[in-house]
């Protein structure tokens, strides 16, 4: 060997040829061209001849455009409607569903279109909150891909036909059918549903047959069996002491999830002076959005969950001296931890609530026969008013399957629903359509099932129709129009009436369904409310508020549940190594929400993907150093080959702490193959992989093979869960040493033998505080101290006389109750629809350019094979000493004399020096023209893929935005302003009314949005407010306060009730 | 006639008058005009009408005895008829228009009301706007003095640049000469104008020059001061909000209330308009076009059933009908006289202009008026800010629009102008409750530290005031 050659690695001393060629290249020539094949998609081609054209007509339009200025118009009404004064907008009580999600709403509108959804607070259910997919349903509404007119549709053509025809053509269709079956999704609207049992007197033939997405038959059937009605009781959540949920995801999916959380909520907030809160144990093996909430988790495999119910039952019966049912086994650690949560049960008497999300009858029945061993009927658990959230029934769609398939039935109607995706047995159900003659869709879009119809009566979107709901019994709630219908559809209602050629509806009238929902409330509620005023006052007034309550009074019925007879309905532990569970996202649901943008761009809040389902795997952890991941998978997105009882697919892999070994799990509602153009082929379907066991469709499977890692990360692979840290510090056991948690990146990492534990208080950057209950006080000291020395550090300054006071006028500020804030998403669902955040789509976030101004950090701590988790809304802190304004060069972002930190976009000159500079990463920049605000069409973004016209240009979409804030161009860095356009608003009100401003007057899109009241939002210099009140709590602190930015941004301490005892 | 004789006549006119009876007063001059003439007359007395300016009347008739002013005014027709020279001189400028009668009117109050427009016409009379010229005449004339100066310094300069150009090309030529250097020869002004240092620096000055227009005029790009186009109709505030005294706010009701004043919704026009079908300057042809828009038959004062479904054809045939027959009425015709037909085609013919546009194919519908003030889109304006709370007058920043008869744009709307204003005007801190909470400057105030709140004071300079 030459003893002068010198090296750098092996392949310089092997003179392998291909890595001379390539390190003689001044550019790796294989990622060049990936690079290149990657710029490709979504973007103009340009090159310089392209970058001269540009610049040539660039210059030249805007010669041509300073030349002269183009006349615009200023049309008036003809005859203005009193109500509507242009530039004012208007609220409409009403109701948001869709199958069973319910939530009482107040619609925004601006001249005519709704533009945001507000909670409505006079609902005894939902109590003023929303969530993500309520505030995105307004999104929907524009939705271009929604079907525009009545059709027959033949072979994927579509004709479009007048409603007379199609209803004459169907009427005799109808008339010759002997058989006649109306699918749909769980319909709570009286209304809607008498109807519907209109049609079925007038075709005696027909059945109405409901069924869920996500099912929850078993639970239902268990209520018929247990206490005599096929409903869901009122689970009472803030009433019980201990809460323990078998799979359950009650705060981010399971039945009426709004109603859940808020009254959650009311449990687990804390008052420093006297802390206590509910305790809550999660019986699950996967992180659902429930079970990270939790204090506890006691991991069984999905197929061990009738196991553990009975051995909870069995030791609570034992000690109550009831009786027992024979035992399943069970893993023994989930045995001694039932052990313990037994003993508190039945200390606790009638103070606990047990649920179950299984679609196991035997399960259901004995989780209902515990809560009566438990005394637990009538207190935590009430009969006054059950819901109806749910009503669908899985024997009815398995007998619907077999009597399409031996060809019974003549005619369908999809109503809402879309049985050839959403159903375990849809492909089977696709085929057997082939055998009926007349297949009607009401669905408002084209859909795997609609596709397969000849006939097409679009219904409208709830914000265009009329109707009514009743959710829960004797709650009823009302929907109105908020515009006119945008395209030539009909309420179902209407449809279903006109088949029926009822007599009770007036085709001649203005709005013939108005008439009949009119009248149906007249006969119907006001006769029965006991109203003393005319009918036309009561209905005025239940339109104002939007709700109605028709009291009643039930005794709590007995329990008639057969608990011996539902052992034979449990499952059995299936043995096998490796199962997997099909989860429900809190976005996407059952898949009928795939379509909708915001909804695919919001972060799941667990695994922090976004556009697409991953499969979660469990990691183990060595005890110091190493982190052993399932399967060899190294980066989070690494494709891995999946067999699901032979069927193989190949999906990307999410670590997921807490994940039980031996199991994985993985989103349904993905994988729509027709769904418009945000959501077909996002993610992968799993429907055909569940089960029907029992007659129940079961969410997991045994049989599941999966290989090792792939090595390759899914492109685009769109996970934030390390875009925009806060830069957090650990510790490192071995040699004592801090290190950038962030620059490792991995969470693994940031796990690295960390001295004390993880992240937050633990580390040096005060970005997380928690406490256990039981150590509040040493905390709080603890915290006090710290504080004193942060603020004690902070008080030098280099600049002495140059205080910012804010003592005159207004000094906004916010509290955040992180014992609140479940992290369900739904605050930044709602910035994006107040603040018009552009949608960007997968490949940009996979470039960490999501344009979130408002995001919800996810962080685990405590024990690492089953941790507890903190959500942290991160949002602009608005810093009296702002890092990012003394950096700006154009004075682009500058301090208000009310404490706001501002952005002026259209003197920004994108440098991005501040969101460089700013210590909490929120500053967010246009890296294109994703709302096409730009005067020419240079570089504009799709971020649907099939269409050549960026998301935001149709004309359609555009409708959402709100008028009151600038639609920003590209080039400019933006974030949260405090909803500056609220405050503003909110002040002038006050100014007209010449009164001094209120809390209610300003409200942030975030805190009306947020279900359990986390975000409160207010003036800090007026003492008598809410949020005053809140920032003097001794459990608040500032994040990063030690860097002096002085934030206005007030976090509570995160308070957990581990029971350590379930640990042991 | 000189000034002097003017003054003469004006000064004889009032002592001969006042000698005989009561002086003549200039404020019933002014009521009487306001009443009587003001719908024809123009009020500055300067320019022509429906009628003649009337400023410079008296002299012009001074050649005959007053009574014949008084009996024109009275009945010009009759005067007309008499042969009077001065009056057929009128009657041939302005026929057919016939000025209306006032058999009523005093000899006193005709001559209050020549009083007064005199006054006006002199500008002795009213509110002298010699003050508001002279403000801007002031900072004018200090420019031009000053402007002078640099000039004068500059062309100093210039002589003094040469001077000493001459001064050193003689010596380096002498110099050179001594050196003997026998070719050499003295500069010229070519070789000077052709020089890198005088061309780098006339580059450097055009850069300069070029820079700072292009700067400037970049900057009031898209601005549209006075930009004052035609609109469908011919509508004046002169007649609205000038003569009548219609409040800005009853027809622009968003003002007070809202973010936009709002143009009027057509029906907002018919709530006087469903009486008043003839207007004082167009008769039917700009009136029609708000019935044509709504569907508000004159003739039968009634709303047309159906008129969206109604065809072209359908809707011409009622409004023509009825500027046919109003028109012959007026003009004393027989019912379908050929004159009459075809002032209903031409009005017509106006009207489908108006009503229609490129994106507007149909006659029924909204007036497609053209936009005025215009902010861009990063601009959050709400005028009830300004009117409700601030208090503002309208005409603060539209300019006086009760003497437009088309509207156009007063102010620039630029930042700077925003920016201005937010800088000098008080805020109405103590009427309302809401600044209460702005304890320092109340305390301020009482203690007399402070003389008032200015917009800036509370924020009004921030950029999230009107910008998010």
Known sequence: MNESTIWIGEEDLVRNPDFIAANNSELNPVSLESILEDEKSGMVESNRRDFLKLLGFGIGAATLASCEIPVKKAIPYVIKPDTIVPGIANYYASSYVNGGDYCSILVKTREGRPIKIEGNALSSITKGGTNARVQASVLSLYDYNRIKFPSKLNQSQIAEVSWNDLDNELKSSFAASKNIRIVSSTQMSPTALQAVAEFCTKYPGSKHIMYDGVSSSALLDAGLQCFGERMIPEFRFDLAETIVSFNADFLGTWISPIEYASLYAKGRKIKADAPKMSQHTQVESHMSLTGSNADNRILVKPSEQSAAIAFLYNEVASKLGAATIPVIELNEKAKAAFKKLAERLVNQKSKSLIVCGNNNIGEQVLCYGLNNLLGNLGTTIAFNNVSYQRKGSDADVNQLLSDMKASIVDAIIFWNSNPCFDLPIASDFAQALANVKTRVSLNATIDETSALCNYLAPDHHVLESWGDVEAKKGLLSLIQPTINPIFNTRASGHSFLSWASSPNLNSAAEQPYYEYLKNQWERKVYAASGATGGFQDFWDECLHNGVFTIVNSTTTPLFKGDVSGATSKLGKPSGSALEISFIETVGIGSGNYANNPWLQEMPDPVTRCAWGNYLMVPISFDGDRKFIAFNNVKENGELIDLTIAGTKSSVGAVKQFGQMPGTVAIAIGYGRSIAGDCGTGVGTNFYPACKLVDGYFQYFNSE???????????????????????????????????????EAALVDDAFKGIAKGFQGSLTDRSVLRHSHLNEIKENIEKLKEERAEFQKLNSHTLYPGHEYTYNTGHHWGMHVDLNACIGCGTCTVACMAENNVPVVGKKEIARHHEMSWLRIDRYYYGDVDNPNVVYQPMMCQHCNNAPCENVCPVNATNHSSEGLNQMAYNRCVGTRYCANNCPYKVRRFNWYDFTTADLFPVNQFNVAGEKNQPFYSDNLVRMVLNPDVTVRSRGVIEKCSFCVQRIQEGKLSAKKESRTLNDNDVKTACQTACPTEAITFGDMNNKEGTLFKKIENPLNYIVLEEVNVKSVVHYTMKVNNRDENLDA | MSYKGIFGTILFVFISIGALISAPDIEVGKS??????????????????????LGGSVERWAAFPKADLHNWVRNSQALIKAGHPRATELWNQF?????TAFPNLSDDEIESIFLYVDGVYKGTYGPKPVAAVGGTQAPQDQQSGLSFWIYLIFILLVGLALFLWNL?????????????????????????MTSKTVISFVIFALVLFGGYTTVNNAISLGRQQNYQPDQPIKFSHETHAGLNKIDCNYCHDGARRSKQSLIPATNTCMNCHAAIKKGSQYGTAEITKIYASIGYNPSTDKYIDNYNNLTEDEIAA?????????????????????????????????????????????????IEWKRIHNLP??????????????????????????????????????????????????????????????????????AGTRQSVKVSDIGGLECQKCHY
């Open chain 2, 318 to 366: 009622i409004y023509k009908k009825w500027i046919a027959t109003t028109f012959a009425k007026d003009n004393n015709l027989r019912e379908g006289a050929e004159s009459a037909i075809r002032e209903s085609d031409n009005q017509w013919e106006g009207i489908k202009n108006s009503l229609t546009s490129d994106t507007k194919s149909t006659i029924p519908g909204p």
């Open chain 2, 377 to 446: 889109d990063h601009v959050y304006f709400n005028h009830s800010q300004h009117v409700t709370i601030g208090k503002l007058a309208c005409q603060t920043c539209h300019g006086k629009i009760e003497n437009m008869p088309v509207v156009k744009q007063y102010a620039p709307l630029s930042m700077g102008w925003c920016i201005n204003c937010h800088r000098q005007t008080d805020v109405k801190f103590t009427d309302n409750k809401y600044y209460d909470s702005y304890k320092t400057y109340h305390d301020e105030l009482k």
């Open chain 2, 95 to 99: 026929k057919p228009t016939v000025m």
């Open chain 1, 704 to 742: 599941v093979e999966i290989s090792q890692s792939s090595g390759t990360v899914e492109k685009h692979f769109a996970c934030v869960q390390h875009h925009h840290t806060l830069g957090v510090t650990a510790i490192e056991k071995s040699s004592g040493q801090k290190f950038n948690a962030d």
């Open chain 2, 32 to 53: 009487s005009f306001k009443n009587n003439c003001a719908s024809c007359h123009n009020k500055n007395m300067k320019d022509p009408l429906t009628g003649p300016a």
């Open chain 2, 168 to 192: 050193m090309s003689d010596l380096a030529y002498q110099m050179k000469l001594k050196a003997g250097d026998t070719t050499a020869k003295k500069q010229s002004v070519w070789q000077l």
